[in-house]
């Protein structure tokens, strides 16, 4: 057993990894994704203004951006069914998190039990956002230009790829603007092997490669307009672009492990490394750390870069340590996989439930419902159920808000403040006409819930595991005929 544990207990994160990404899907960007690649079909043109809220028909909708993002998840979609998108989705997050193990492979070099139990609080820490998002796209290529400035910078053929790689960023996510920093960061590291390299040319001819968009300038400053008028209300308001420092953030416990057990370890190893290696693997290591408190959305990217510094500080100096220490890793490296694993809801389902939309997550049969009966008046939908119902319903009956939107001051001001009081509930209902509401039980929507089930004029129409609706006492709810 002795001889095989160091093999064996490498394959415990791939079955956590496995575990937590082969799950129904319920990504409300996903569906909107979808909902505008087959707008686009229909027209041959992207949509310029919302096509599918009736709050704001004249808001502009920013659809190009990251055109071919939407493309990389559309075709396995049409080719395996939900099934395309959900093993995509898991194939990303395998390579993201087997790529810091790379170069031990390439240097043939075996490491201590320590390491698969980094591998498994990483994937512990950051499976959140392990979800049918273009940014997945971002994130692996950013791990990717940190490890090819780590290990290949000497090497001509990586700075001459570097403007295909932000080619095919820009039109994928619009993340790039990090992989600039980065960039920024090893300049100011090693400006020596740089200079020596000719960097500076392939950096330059990487921003003009960013530029080749099909929204032109606009498509290139996207990003930086998106960091300074958007990002502030997401940061205020989105759970996944919440600092760690924010209180509402503190009941998710798992998202904390990475500082009280990588991060300290990491920098206790750094300063062991031989100093001609300490300068860009520090500023890497602090690069992670900084993005991973300043919000949940970095926070499987920093775990990415976690390892890939371990990983290098295990090349350059490898560690020792005793057996004792080995089996005591092994054990709580199981731990950690069984827990989370056996603790699973979807660990006694079968495959084909698991690459199915989500029915608790998603309003599967509401939305049936609602269809069928054929709305007059207006619908209020739940944050949550935007992206399915906009590619679900195409518009027809149209939505109050989805959260592919960037207008976050109607947002404000008229999704989170009426759940306040019913006093603001009425002026909300009275302002657009609303005669439905389809919430989620597993969101934001509690305070809607309970105000509405409290309200004389309002009755519960449906209700399942995750969703309810309710509507007006009114006959012009529905169309008769």
Same mark, same amino acid.
């Given at each position: ?11 415990l ?8 990404? /082969?799950?129904p ?13 087959e ?5 041959? *043109?992207?949509p310029? #203004?919302?096509p ?22 559309y075709?396995?979609y049409l080719?395996?069914?939900?099934a395309?998108?959900i ?14 193990? &790379? ?47 780590l ?30 920093? /980065? ?15 000719g ?6 001819? *990487?921003?003009? *490669? ?20 958007v ?18 953030i ?19 190893r750094?300063?062991?490394?031989p100093?001609?290696?300490r ?21 499987m ?17 490898p ?6 220490? #080995? ?13 989370? &694993? ?8 079968p ?22 009966q054929?709305p ?42 009426p ?9 909300? /209902? ?19 819930? #309970? ?11 449906y209700?399942?595991?995750? *969703? ?14």
């Amino acid at each position: 057993m002795g001889k095989y544990l160091p093999h064996l207990v490498w394959l415990l994160p791939i079955i956590m990894l496995l575990e937590l990404s /082969i799950r129904p899907l319920f990504e409300p960007d996903l569906f909107f994704y979808f909902a505008l690649i087959e707008r686009f079909l229909q027209s041959w *043109s992207w949509p310029v #203004n919302d096509p599918f809220v009736y709050t704001l028909p004249s808001d502009p909708v920013m659809t190009m951006h990251q055109w071919l993002g939407y493309w990389t998840l559309y075709v396995p979609y049409l080719w395996l069914g939900w099934a395309g998108p959900i093993l995509l989705k898991t194939t990303l997050a395998f390579l993201f998190f087997s790529l810091p193990l &790379v170069a031990l492979i390439f240097h043939r070099q075996t490491v201590s039990s320590l390491f698969p139990l980094a591998w498994s609080i990483a994937i512990f820490a950051g499976h959140h956002r392990i979800r049918e998002r273009v940014s997945l796209w971002g994130d692996l290529f950013a791990l990717g230009l940190c490890a090819g400035l780590l290990w290949s910078s000497q090497k001509r053929w990586f700075w001459r790829s570097l403007p295909f790689l932000f080619l095919l960023w820009a039109q994928v996510h619009p993340s790039y603007p990090l992989g600039f920093v /980065i960039l920024a960061i090893y300049l100011a590291c090693d400006w020596a092997t740089a200079k020596t390299m000719g960097a500076w040319k392939w950096i330059l001819a *990487s921003v003009a *490669s960013a530029m080749i968009h099909p929204l032109g300038w606009q498509g290139f400053i996207y990003p930086f307009i998106f960091s300074l008028n958007v990002e502030p209300y997401l940061s205020r308001n989105i759970m996944e672009w919440l600092p760690l420092w924010d209180a509402r953030i503190f009941p998710y416990t798992f998202l904390y492990v990475p500082l009280f057990t990588l991060v300290p370890w990491l920098f206790w190893r750094h300063f062991r490394c031989p100093q001609p290696h300490r300068l860009l693997p520090f500023a890497f290591l602090a690069l992670a750390t900084a993005l991973m408190l300043k919000s949940v959305r970095f926070g499987m990217l920093a775990q990415g870069i976690f390892l890939l510094i371990l990983m290098h500080q295990e090349i350059i100096a490898p560690s020792r340590t005793r057996r004792f220490v #080995n089996w005591v890793a092994t054990l709580a490296c199981a731990a950690l996989v069984g827990v989370k &694993v056996f603790a699973s809801p979807w660990l006694d389902r079968p495959l084909h439930e698991r690459i199915e939309l989500d029915p608790v997550r998603l309003p599967l049969e509401a939305a049936r419902i609602l269809k069928d009966q054929n709305p007059r008046m207006r619908l209020f939908n739940s944050f949550a159920y935007g992206g399915y119902l906009a590619w679900l319903w195409q518009g027809q009956p149209p939505l109050f808000f989805h959260g592919f939107s960037t207008n976050f001051d109607f947002f404000e001001k008229y999704y989170l403040a009426p759940m306040e009081s019913q006093t603001r509930l009425m002026e909300l /209902i009275q302002k657009f006409d609303i005669g439905i509401f389809l919430l989620t039980k597993t969101g934001y929507d509690g305070d809607y819930i #309970n105000l509405l089930s409290m309200n004389p004029h309002w009755q519960k129409m449906y209700e399942d595991a995750g *969703s309810v609706i309710f509507i007006k006492k009114d006959p012009r709810v529905f169309d008769k005929k």
